[in-house]
């Protein structure tokens, strides 16, 4: 395998409320998988307990980060963060839990945009409108120019949805590319949705034009599995390698320097 894969820093378990598989049952794979670095990154709960029927109680925190610094060892560096849905009002929050020592590192997914009647709806369900890809880039893009996250987990999620590459959501990757090239905020080439069922033959994401456009831009990407089981692990990184191979990118790969998670080219 080259270096690029031999990590993994998307991934949850049993304690993001819809996944399975101990902390430990994934190290234990890891391991089998010479992986060199695994970071655990649980769905973020929020103060206001928003999106908590996907997320784990905020009573577990402390609980799933000890477990996670448990896990650390000489044979396998493993880190612990969270990926996080941005929004204005939870910068002061995600500061906070950056700054505290409790996580090394925070991605940010955007998994939900806002509806007419002020309720969220799922970026997964079908249906998404030119109104809801706003709203999407909205928060991706201020998640990028907040400076607090790691890189961007699923960039193209929206195209699962849409399931069309008009000239909004071109001009929506284009907006994301450009903010992720500006800040230096990595783009994530997300497995999961490899393991999803075909949107019309293709996977729902990686959207292929979306990484076409990445390709031509020359935005530096990553790649992890987003697994929610340990099974999932090394069946995704195949299928990730086998993609990149396909459309390849300027990759960048994670180094971990003691006290902080940067990016250098592979």
């Given at each position: 395998m080259k270096?690029?894969?031999?990590?993994n820093l998307h991934t949850h378990s049993f304690y993001c409320g819809h996944g399975s598989g101990k902390l430990s049952e994934y190290r234990e794979t890891a391991k089998e998988l010479a992986l060199e670095l695994l970071g655990f990154s649980e769905h973020c709960p929020l103060p206001d307990r928003r999106f908590s029927k996907s997320r784990m109680d905020n009573s577990m925190m402390s609980v799933y980060e000890a477990d996670s610094r448990s896990q650390d060892g000489p044979d396998l560096k493993i880190l612990t963060g969270?990926?996080?849905?941005?929004?204005?009002?939870y910068r002061n929050y995600y500061e906070e839990l950056l700054s505290s020592g409790r996580v090394d590192y925070l991605i940010t997914g955007t998994h939900f945009v806002p509806s007419p009647d002020g309720r969220f709806r799922s970026v997964f369900?079908?249906?998404?409108?030119?109104?809801?890809?706003?709203?999407?880039?909205?928060?991706?893009?201020?998640a990028i120019e907040s400076?607090?996250?790691?890189?961007?987990?699923?960039?193209?999620?929206y195209m699962g949805s849409y399931r069309r590459w008009d000239g909004e959501a071109k001009a929506l990757a284009e907006d994301i590319i450009e903010a992720s090239k500006e800040y230096s905020v990595p783009l994530e080439i997300n497995g999961?949705?490899?393991?999803?069922?075909?949107?019309?033959?293709?996977?729902?994401?990686?959207?292929d034009p979306f990484w076409?456009?990445?390709?031509?831009?020359?935005?530096?990407?990553?790649?992890?599995?987003?697994s929610h089981t340990t099974a999932s692990l090394g069946k995704s990184m195949k299928l990730l390698s086998e993609y990149e191979a396909g459309i390849p990118q300027h990759l960048v790969y994670p180094v971990w320097t003691g006290n902080k998670l940067t990016f250098e080219e592979a």
């Open positions: 270096k690029y894969i031999r990590y969270y990926e996080c849905d941005w929004s204005p009002e369900n079908p249906g998404l409108t030119a109104g809801d890809l706003v709203s999407y880039g909205r928060y991706v893009i201020g400076g607090l996250f790691s890189f961007v987990a699923h960039p193209d999620l999961n949705g490899m393991l999803k069922p075909a949107v019309e033959g293709h996977y729902p994401y990686p959207s076409l456009l990445c390709r031509e831009s020359d935005v530096h990407a990553v790649m992890n599995t987003d």
